[in-house]
């Protein structure tokens, strides 16, 4: 009966293989119009005219919206981007107009026939550029954006968000320091690449109730957003979002909803569906942000680490979305997790012509993990020292404090150098980490640690409910989304452990409805577990005591002479003596008819605690609840004549705390792993004149294959967290991080050169070797 | 999603096709003949292409052979890559086309198709170019047989309404020693950043390219360079990259510095294959 700690089937397994699983493009409906963006061309450009006369023409177009129909700023911390670009465009995939008909074919068509009229204008082609005196403003009115009060936008400037990190005192931490190097790492922007392109509907019934079916992850948020855009009150408002093929941060934006909102509105409230194409999911919907970076870090003889300079230059895009909040998130972990006394960061989100960011997984951290974990291995290589040595001599531990002055216990970090300790055995580090197999084929292993914090709302929270059904058996119902992770799952399994029932008693819904699941905060940031978690917890906690408060009256015992387990409620002392549950979830009757009790519902709720803003000043403050943290091996074998290389294995070793699906977490391990290589070694938008981006489509933008992959070892170090329901830690996100850096370790000790850009293409290690001479 | 209409033909005579094409094109429907249909379909879908009428020529039956006749192996227009790999008549065919795209679409592609198409790759086309293959076109004429080594000058040279129906090739060119790499940016499948391939006959070898330039070709002149066997290996080499019949290819997928580096690499595997090491 443990539920804790089996690899139990996932509840939407047999939907998902028979094909029988509904996304929310599948779920078209008799009366259904359809809507087809018109997009930009350029990077950056004013909008001279758009004739949409031909286009209206078009039998069976009902509407066409411009930005002129829809003048509102939108924004999760900066209200900068419009629904509909209206004077200008600022990248490349902008939505200009929506075209709404009774058939795509038809919208299609007429899109093709929207004129519109464009001057380009100068670009703004990286976050260093974007950062120079005297270049162009994307965003000349940005002191007038409405913005919340922990984002810090500097007018006049291409700086969408500055975070400040300043802890210790850097005149000491030089005078220190006897070992220095400095590192610079830069990669383009990229994208998530889920197989589920982003799609929604909208339609508006005749009493006004606005119903929204989209799949994202932040259905919630949707709902809040709309109600504070378009003055809708929130009980007005349902959004539905069924099985989501995939997300990793990309939909945590909201930006389609409003769109279709909006044309649907046009039109009388008729349901609207937008779905994206492919080629509009890698650049008019927001996409994974690049970096430019600078880190400084100095050490002493003995290779502890004394004082680190880092400077992070996010490539934000057009638009700030979420991309400010990652800058952010980046700065509060700059480190890594490693003890630095005295540290000094400026991390600056910047606003270019690219397609604007939104949440990674791994959400600013292995960005900036790349620009540390390349330092970190040269100052080591620099210092004379084995890097997995310095690594583990410099790891943080519990009293010691995070950049942002949280000071650590055993709960909140859990255990990095028995991380490092593990990798070093499964990777065979004493082997050797260069290995010259023939004078042409090199084999080079590479590390790199890892650690993260959620950086969500302070009050971000979660909620759960257990209905019973007659026969015993449970509906949970909670607000994760189920984005592939399995969470939904997991939850049952918590609930069924604290329930004393079977798993598969406990039924589990795959669809959110926000007017009747409780709300769980976004399924973001590793935090559906830790938080529902809790609810679910606490939810199961209320239905007990309901339980056994009638079992009580028919035994005629107290509460805490009972016990509940195996699908009973019985005496502790006398365990004959029991009830079933199904003789309870709905009251009990005795034999002569009389009944006491009722239908058991159970709830729960849960709210983070502790969490702070940061200071503006300094950065001090408490990010999130705890850091999961871990190391990762990638053992590469290079060839020295034609620059090629394979990727062998790649090894993680995760602290996260209880496993309470193993099957699931390594599931999420490995592929966190398998994104974080695909997005080092292949990924990357390449942009043309005028910022375009010239890799829409899987034909010229690659992700790594299945059967491409290398081996993957998975390995759990176990430090339960005293938070979270069974000791639980968050790890959907994490093994990403760690993996850019180590991948580049490795082929850096391969090629013995430094590679400090992304992707790490055959092709850039024989530019950064030879210097591009054949 | 396809955002125009359009209207589907499927003849069942290369003849019928020809004045198919001829009325469609006559009433402005701007037709193209269908084989696999990859292109046309994903060029659609962006208006890359647009066009009122498709000739499908999947029916027509000299179009579906693989066969031999007394001296050459007849290979029809619409004959799948799947096919082509999956057949060992034509051993250095089967390793070039069966590198093109993917297993998925390969099951679509089809060798009329990968040579006569707007992708500038055609890797299938360079085994024919070294075989010295003929082509048969049907037009408004009735068939014409033509060395592939002319009625190939950077595309297919076909009038309005021509349609290439067969491939055909002398059987002794069949299981010659060959080479056939290609080299991509990095993925296991990819379009090439240079796709080599070779056939020796007697001491001479021939070389046909795709990825290098913005075309596929075989250059008399190169061969001319790399079977000279009174420079090195290395002096050849040199010499080639210098006799390039056009701009070497600078892109998403590799510089033309880069290309270049590969180029060398793969014609020295392509000498120790086929030669061995060098004395």
């Known amino acids: 009966m443990e539920s804790i700690g089996r690899s139990v089937i996932r509840k939407d397994a047999v939907a998902k293989v028979t094909g029988a699983a509904k996304y929310t493009a599948d779920l078209k409906t008799v009366g259904s119009l359809y809507a087809k963006l018109v997009t930009s061309p350029y990077g950056h450009a004013r909008i001279l005219s758009i004739d949409t006369s031909a286009a ?69 082609r990286s976050p260093k550029e974007a950062y120079q005196q005297g270049v ?88 809040k957003m709309l109600s504070s855009i378009f003055g809708l009150n929130q009980g007005k408002i349902t959004v539905h979002t069924p099985l989501v093929g995939g997300a990793y941060g990309g939909k945590s934006a909201i930006q389609l909803e409003f769109i279709a909102y909006l044309a649907s509105s046009a039109i009388g409230g008729q349901k609207v569906q937008l779905i994206n194409s492919r080629e509009e999911d890698f650049i008019t919907s927001p996409v994974h942000l690049g970096l430019d970076a600078k880190v400084k870090l100095g050490c002493d003889a003995e290779g502890y680490l004394q004082a680190a300079e880092i400077t992070l230059l996010f490539d934000g895009g057009a638009y700030s979305d979420k991309a400010v909040d990652m800058s952010r998130a980046a700065a509060t972990d700059c480190t890594g997790p490693y003890q630095v006394e005295n540290l000094w960061c400026d991390s600056f989100c910047m606003y270019t012509n690219h397609p604007y960011a939104t949440s990674f997984r791994g959400f600013g951290h292995p960005e900036s993990t790349f620009a540390v974990e390349r330092a970190i291995e040269r100052l080591a290589e620099k210092l004379g020292m084995d890097p997995i040595e310095f690594r583990w001599k410099n790891a943080i531990r519990p009293g010691q404090t995070t950049p942002t002055q949280v000071i650590l216990n055993e709960s909140r970090i859990g255990n990095v150098r028995r991380c490092i300790e593990r990798v070093r055995e499964l990777i065979n580090w004493e082997e050797g980490r260069r290995i010259e197999i023939t004078p042409e084929r090199i084999r080079a292993k590479g590390v790199s640690c890892f650690w993260k914090n959620s950086n969500i709302d302070t009050n971000a929270g979660s909620g759960a409910i257990l209905k019973f059904n007659e026969d015993g058996t449970v509906h949970l119902n909670c607000g994760v989304i189920e984005i592939g992770t399995g969470s939904r799952t997991v939850l049952a399994q918590i609930a069924a452990q604290k329930l004393g029932i079977d798993v598969d008693q406990i039924y589990v819904e795959m669809d959110i409805d926000t007017s009747s699941t409780p709300e769980h905060y976004k399924t973001v940031a590793s935090r559906g577990l830790w938080m529902a978690g809790r609810a679910v917890l606490a939810a199961a906690e209320d239905a007990i005591g309901q ?16 016990d509940i387990g195996k699908g009973f409620v019985f005496l502790k002392d006398n365990p004959a003596r029991k009830l079933a549950l199904k003789e309870l979830v709905y009251g009990y009757v005795y034999p002569n008819g009389n009944a006491i009790g009722s239908q058991v519902i ?52 995760i602290d996260a705390g209880t496993i309470i699906n193993p099957k699931l977490a390594q599931g999420q391990v490995k592929g966190a792993m398998h994104m974080g290589l695909s997005f080092a070694s292949r990924e990357g938008f390449i942009f043309g004149p005028n910022e375009v981006v010239e890799t829409t489509q899987f034909r010229t933008y690659k992700v790594l294959r299945y059967g491409e992959n290398p081996d993957y070892t998975v390995d759990f170090v176990v430090t ?20 850019p850096a180590a991948l580049a370790n490795s082929l850096s000790t391969a090629a013995e050169v430094h590679l400090n850009r992304l992707p790490l293409t055959p092709e850039l290690i024989w530019r950064m070797k030879t210097g591009g001479v054949r | ?28 429907k701007r037709p193209v003949y269908y084989a696999g249909g990859t292109e046309i379909v994903t060029f659609a879908r962006l208006n890359q292409i647009e066009t009122g009428a498709v000739i499908d020529i999947n029916s027509i039956r000299e179009c579906r052979v693989y066969q031999f006749n007394t001296s050459e192996l007849v290979i029809g227009a619409t004959v799948t890559l799947t096919h082509l790999a999956e057949t060992s008549a034509f051993p250095l065919l089967s390793v070039t086309g069966g590198r093109v795209a993917d297993h998925t679409a390969r099951n679509q592609i089809t060798i009329g198709g990968n040579i006569c198409g707007e992708i500038n790759y055609k890797e299938a086309l360079l085994p024919f170019l070294l075989a010295e293959s003929n082509v048969i076109i049907a037009g408004n004429n009735g068939y014409q047989d033509k060395p592939i080594m002319e009625a190939f000058n950077k595309r297919l040279q076909l009038e309005p309404g021509e349609c290439l129906v067969q491939i055909l090739t002398d059987r002794k060119y069949l299981n ?18 240079l796709t080599l391939t070779a056939l020796k006959i007697d001491n001479t070898i021939r070389v046909a390219f795709s990825g290098l330039c913005g075309y596929p070709f075989r250059s008399r002149e190169i061969e001319t360079i790399l079977n000279n066997h009174e420079l090195s290996r290395e002096e050849r080499i040199e010499q080639t990259v210098l006799h390039l019949p056009a701009p070497v290819l600078d ?17 020295e595997d392509m000498y120790l294959a086929l030669e061995g090491e060098s004395l």
């Open chain 1, 56 to 124: 209206e023409k078009v039998n069976g177009v009902h509407k066409i919206l411009t930005g002129k129909d829809t003048n509102i700023l939108t924004g999760e911390e900066i209200k900068d981007r419009p629904i509909l670009a209206t004077d200008r465009v600022r990248y490349h995939g902008e939505p200009v107009a929506v075209v709404i008909a009774d058939t795509l074919a038809i919208a299609k068509q007429a899109a093709n026939l929207v004129n519109v009229s464009y001057s380009p204008l100068p670009v703004i």
């Open chain 1, 136 to 223: 162009p403003l994307v965003h000349e009115h940005l002191g007038d954006y409405e913005k919340i009060a922990e984002v810090f936008p500097k007018p006049g400037t291409n700086i969408c968000n500055h975070t400040k990190i300043r802890k210790g005192s850097m005149e000491i931490g030089w005078a220190k320091s006897t070992v220095v190097v400095e590192t610079e790492v830069s990669f383009p922007p990229s994208d998530h690449c889920a197989m589920e392109t982003r799609s929604v509907s909208a339609e508006i019934l005749p009493n006004g109730q606005v119903i929204i079916h989209s799949s994202s992850q932040v259905p919630f948020t949707i709902k």
């Open chain 1, 547 to 562: 339980l056994l408060n009638v079992a009580a009256q028919v035994f005629r015992v107290s509460l805490d002479d009972l």
């Open chain 1, 602 to 653: 159970g709830r729960g709720s849960y709210t983070l605690r502790g969490m702070t803003f940061l200071d503006p000043k300094t950065g001090k403050g408490v990010p999130g609840p705890d850091w999961t943290v871990g190391a990762q091996a990638v053992e590469v074998e290079w060839n020295k004549r034609d620059y090629t290389y394979k990727i062998l294995r790649a090894v993680t070793v």
């Open chain 1, 720 to 739: 339960p967290s005293r938070e979270t329901a069974y000791g639980l830690r968050g790890i959907g996100e994490h093994a990403l991080i760690g993996m």
């Open chain 2, 1 to 28: 999603m396809i955002g125009f209409d359009f209207e589907y033909y499927r003849p069942a005579t290369s003849n019928e096709a020809v004045k198919l094409y001829e009325s469609l094109q006559a009433q402005g």
């Open chain 2, 176 to 193: 010659l020693p060959y080479f056939s790499v290609k080299k991509r940016k990095i993925d296991v499948i990819d379009y090439p950043l």
């Open chain 2, 251 to 267: 892109d998403w997928i590799g510089s033309a510095e880069y290309r270049l580096f590969v180029l060398k690499n793969t014609l």
